[in-house]
């Protein structure tokens, strides 16, 4: 299994020498090891919004790809770092919450705190783990040593608090969770489950947030006219409000943490008559 491959995610932003250094650490070990980046512009300290994207992004990655992520407000703390090797991957961040996040609650197949300090940059600066820790703790193992070289295993990662969805039987409640860069507002709220709820309701779902009620589920952008609103199952299989070629978080004034309802078209109308 091959593990010449490494990607990084943090909230460095790309104007620091930050993330030229953690890969430069990484480099250092293995010239060969490629370098991908998922992402460098999650907002400072933002742990579930980092998982959020590493969630969706590293399953698509060959398996024994090394995933860092490096959103660490607790840098040079006593929080440990871990590693985790789930679905033929390893996934390595500060245990702050993040892999457990990311991993959607599923449990590793293996799970270690970081503690062997022979793979690790010497000296250790106490505010820069990500390059002196987890970048070349990564290209280790990229050239072949193996997790149980790293530490001891553990099984009481940090878990974030949940944000799923309220799911009952005839509407679904839950929240936006992300909100990309096109302005879609990205839920909680499986695509799954609202087919599930359409089924038992015999009609079309219903989606409201911010005042607004979206009358059905589209399957593509260009379905409504520029600058209309639309509520789609997205690439993560998430439910999405978004607005053809337009903002949907600008147009209705939502963000994170903003509620969203999904009910049945039989449902609603039958709440509009009462």
Known sequence: MSRGCITLLTDFGTVDPYVAAM??????????????????????????????VLSGAFRNFPPGTVHVAVVDPGVGSERRILAAEAEGQVLMAPDNGLLPAALGGAEPDRLVVVTNASFFRHPVSMTFHGRDILAPVAAHL????????????????????SIAPEIGEAEIEGSVIHVDRFGNLVTNIPGSAVRELAAKG?????????????????????????????????????????????????????????????????????????
């Open 202 to 274: 015999g009609g079309e779902p219903h989606v409201e947030l911010a005042g607004t009620v979206i009358h059905r589920i589209h399957r593509a952008y260009a379905e409504v006219g520029v600058g209309q609103l639309l509520a789609v199952i997205g690439s993560t299989g998430r439910l999405e409000v978004s607005a053809n070629r337009r903002s949907a978080a600008d147009l209705l004034g939502a963000g994170r943490r903003t509620t969203v309802r999904v009910s049945c078209a039989s449902a609603w109308l039958h709440e509009q008559e009462d």
């Open 23 to 52: 890969k430069g650490a990484a480099l250092s070990i293995n010239p060969d090891v490629r370098l991908v980046d998922i992402s460098h512009e999650i907002a400072p300290q933002d742990i579930a919004d980092a998982a959020f």
């Open 142 to 161: 990229t050239l072949g040593v193996g997790l149980s070289e790293l530490g001891h295993p553990v099984s009481d990662p940090v878990r974030l608090e």
